[in-house]
């Protein structure tokens, strides 16, 4: 269970860049069978979280705001035995960043959570070219594509995606989430037919990861 006080040292190591600690604390978790949405939302979520209002507020450097995303990008990959031990259904998704959205930890986890609910995740990351995922959705045939924004500045972008998607793609589901969406920009995508703007990891399990129909 992550206690307040496991939390705070967790996020003191990871400030610290003490690697080997975080993963020595994480892996103690996975080994108390901890679920990955507990790990994901209450440890890596909340500290990154946290790390972001330091930055903002000028009490830690850039330095080490990268240095807290990358030791966190690793230790997400301890959690992968459990993720991938999932019966797989055959369904298929796309995950990636819009253009110019260099934000990609919340989307990384989006598609894990794909494959904890037995989809294959296809997960293409940051910044990803409007043309190079147009591409890539003709040679993969999924049956739905998830957007990600962090930063409200590429409401515009997604915009723009989400049409280019729909005119090759009439009837491909998409869905969009993320940061970007904490200050408004929903109304961008209502004249876009089969968009789904997503709140948070429970409303992706419970609207589609666990439903039959898409
Ligand atoms: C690390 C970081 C960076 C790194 C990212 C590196 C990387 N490899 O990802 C770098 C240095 C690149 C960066 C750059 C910038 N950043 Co920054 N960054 C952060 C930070 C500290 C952590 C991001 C993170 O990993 N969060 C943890 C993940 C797990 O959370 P998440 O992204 O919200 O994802 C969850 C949900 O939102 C959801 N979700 C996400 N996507 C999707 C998609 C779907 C379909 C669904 C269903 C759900 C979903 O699921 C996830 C799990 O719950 C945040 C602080 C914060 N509050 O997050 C600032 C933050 C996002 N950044 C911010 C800013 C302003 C910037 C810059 C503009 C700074 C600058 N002046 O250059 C640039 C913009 C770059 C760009 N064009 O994208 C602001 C954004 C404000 C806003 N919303 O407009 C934040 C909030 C910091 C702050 N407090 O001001 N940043």
């Known amino acids: 269970m992550i206690t307040d006080d496991l939390y705070k040292m967790y996020l003191t190591y990871l400030l610290a860049g003490n690697r080997v600690e975080c993963a ?19 440890l890596f979520q909340r500290s990154m979280y946290e790390v972001g209002t330091l930055w903002e507020f000028n009490k830690i450097s850039v330095a080490t705001e990268h240095l807290c995303t990358s030791i966190t990008e690793s230790l997400i990959t ?20 819009t253009p110019g959205e260099y934000h990609q930890l919340g989307a ?4 894990d959570y794909f494959e904890l609910y037995g989809w294959d995740g296809y997960f293409l990351g940051a ?17 739905l594509v998830a957007l990600s924004i962090s930063v409200s500045f590429n409401i515009a972008e997604l915009q723009r995606l989400a049409m280019k998607i729909r005119e090759q793609f009439p009837e491909l ?7 970007g969406f904490r200050w408004g920009g929903e109304n961008a995508l209502d004249n876009i037919d089969k968009v789904h703007i997503i709140r ?4 992706l399990v419970t609207r589609f990861l666990t439903s039959q129909t898409i």
């Open 24 to 42: 020595r604390m994480v892996n103690a978790l996975i080994h108390e069978n901890t679920p990955i949405k507990e790990l994901y939302i209450n």
């Open 78 to 97: 301890l959690c992968y035995p459990l993720l991938f031990s999932a019966e797989h259904s055959g369904r298929k998704a796309v995950i990636t960043c």
């Open 108 to 111: 990384r986890m989006v598609a």
């Open 127 to 143: 910044d990803t070219p409007a043309d190079e995922l147009i591409s890539y959705l003709h040679e993969k045939k999924p049956d």
């Open 173 to 179: 589901p998409i869905i969009a989430g993320g940061q």
């Open 200 to 203: 948070s990891l429970d409303e």
